[in-house]
């Protein structure tokens, strides 16, 4: 038990780390791969970002840090002019640089280019349209998370604001998973996130792909 924990009466729940995915943008509706393209949000992703930040900042956060893509940004500053806190930009949070990929649509990716899209699904280490490899998108993204969630109080809250390629293999890298299971975290919805709580034995994924308030989990497994 911790100083705090003494002083409160209460368990400590450790750290938390919230990855919040941007809101929806015109490429996102046209099925049009993005990457690190620097597209901006729509209406409706402004109208997501907005209704999303209100129940984020519910949970009282201690500090934002978001992908200086506009998209990202953008829906980072709904949270921050809520919260009163300030964000910070960080080029290490863009989403996977993919190449020629980026532009196309889904069904382009797989015309042009399907036995590399193919290979990818089953867990191959590919380089999308000559991109990065998801291992290096969490070699520079996971860094900036664990940088950020180390400056917060005991039982602090973290928002990262990214994209859902960076954050599916943040949360990969951070929760020890081997590369080529990460595809096994689902996507996340445009302004949906996902809730890392720090354990006894490293991160854990409490919530995924989430769009409500996440609920304390009440029973045996916690």
Request: aromatic share 4%; charged share 25%.
């Amino acid at each position: 038990m911790t100083a705090a924990d003494t002083d409160t009466g209460k368990k400590s729940r450790g750290r938390r780390i919230i990855l919040w995915r941007h809101g929806q943008t015109s490429w996102n509706v046209e099925r049009r791969f993005q990457g690190s393209t620097d597209v901006e949000l729509t209406e409706t992703g402004i109208g997501q970002a907005r209704r999303s930040a209100r129940l984020l900042a519910s949970l009282k956060p201690d500090a934002i840090v978001a992908s200086d893509l506009r998209r990202a940004a953008a829906t980072a500053a709904e949270l921050a002019t809520l919260t009163g806190l300030e964000m910070t930009l960080d080029e290490g949070l863009r989403e996977t640089y993919a190449g020629v990929w980026q532009g196309l649509t889904h069904e382009e990716i797989i015309d042009r280019h399907g036995e590399e899209y193919a290979a990818w699904k089953r867990g191959e280490a590919v380089r999308r349209g000559g991109g990065e490899l998801e291992t290096e998108v969490a070699d520079r993204a996971a860094p900036v998370v664990l940088r950020h969630a180390e400056k917060l109080p005991v039982d602090g809250t973290l928002v990262v604001v990214s994209h859902g390629g960076t954050i599916r293999t943040t949360i990969g890298r951070l929760l020890g998973l081997e590369a080529r299971h990460w595809e096994s975290l689902g996507g996340l919805s445009n302004c949906c996130w996902s809730v890392l709580g720090e354990g006894i034995r490293g991160w854990r994924l409490l919530e995924h792909n989430a769009g409500t308030l996440p609920e304390p989990v009440l029973g045996d497994d916690d």
